[in-house]
């Protein structure tokens, strides 16, 4: 069965980076994009960025794409999202989706919270 | 980017109601629109696409409907395992955008 397993929880100072990492099994893994997605607590959900497992092409929401980066590993069949100079209103849930064929998202991860406390 | 705003955003309800959640685009958006469940400290799971097409395993009480800007998710009959807030997504166009959710608690 399709699986998307997140790495754990994080605490982060202000100003340092975190990567998170979404370990896909059950699929082929260059077949399906990726999409990556954040809940603030309490929140709503916010798109952040795309990629391509098998070229390894990105998109990015503008409102943080200098400060996002999504790579992956096909050896591992697993992508990653870094996120660099890390604010407290980067303190959310984390999502890696997948995206079907025809554009939606089918499956989840689990999330990963990204606490940023001094 | 696409604005999109759901109403309303808290909803009280009973076992049994009828439960209809709009979604208002800010611009035209065709058909494509997706409908999430989320329940707490979950991730969200897909319950419409394409508007109207009901996901594997969904059941047949969850409908969506609309195009263009206006789209509707409804509930026939409101069950326990239901209450949960609700998200519309638009995919016509980048930046992917969400509405800001539709709380449904029991009356």
């Known amino acids: 069965q399709v699986q998307l397993v997140q790495s754990g929880a994080e605490v982060k100072k202000p100003g340092a980076s975190v990567k998170v990492s979404c370990k896909t099994s059950?699929?082929?893994?260059?077949?399906?994009?990726i999409h990556w997605v954040r809940q603030a607590p309490g929140q709503g959900l916010e798109w952040m960025g795309i990629i391509d497992p098998s070229g390894g092409s990105t998109s990015y929401a503008q409102k943080s794409q200098d400060r996002v980066t999504l790579t992956r590993d096909t050896s591992t069949s697993t992508v990653y999202m870094e996120l660099t100079s890390l604010r407290s209103e980067d303190t959310a849930v984390y999502f890696c989706a997948r995206r079907m064929g025809n554009g939606y998202f089918d499956h989840w991860g689990q999330g990963t919270l990204v606490t940023v406390s001094s | 980017d696409i604005q999109l705003t759901q109403s309303p955003s808290f909803l009280s309800a009973s076992v049994g109601d009828r439960v209809t959640i709009t979604c208002r685009a800010s611009q035209g958006i065709d058909s494509y629109v997706a409908w999430f469940q989320q329940k707490p400290g979950k991730a969200p799971n897909l319950l419409i696409y394409?508007?109207?097409t009901l996901q594997s395993g969904v059941p047949s009480r969850f409908s969506g409907s609309g195009s263009g800007t206006e789209f509707t998710l409804t509930i026939s009959s409101l069950q326990p395992e239901d209450f949960a807030t609700y998200y519309c997504?638009?995919?016509?166009?980048?930046?992917?955008?969400f509405g800001g959710g539709t709380k449904v608690e029991i009356k």
């Open positions: 059950g699929y082929t893994f260059t077949s399906y994009y």
């Open positions: 997504q638009q995919l016509n166009t980048f930046p992917l955008t």
């Open positions: 394409a508007a109207s």
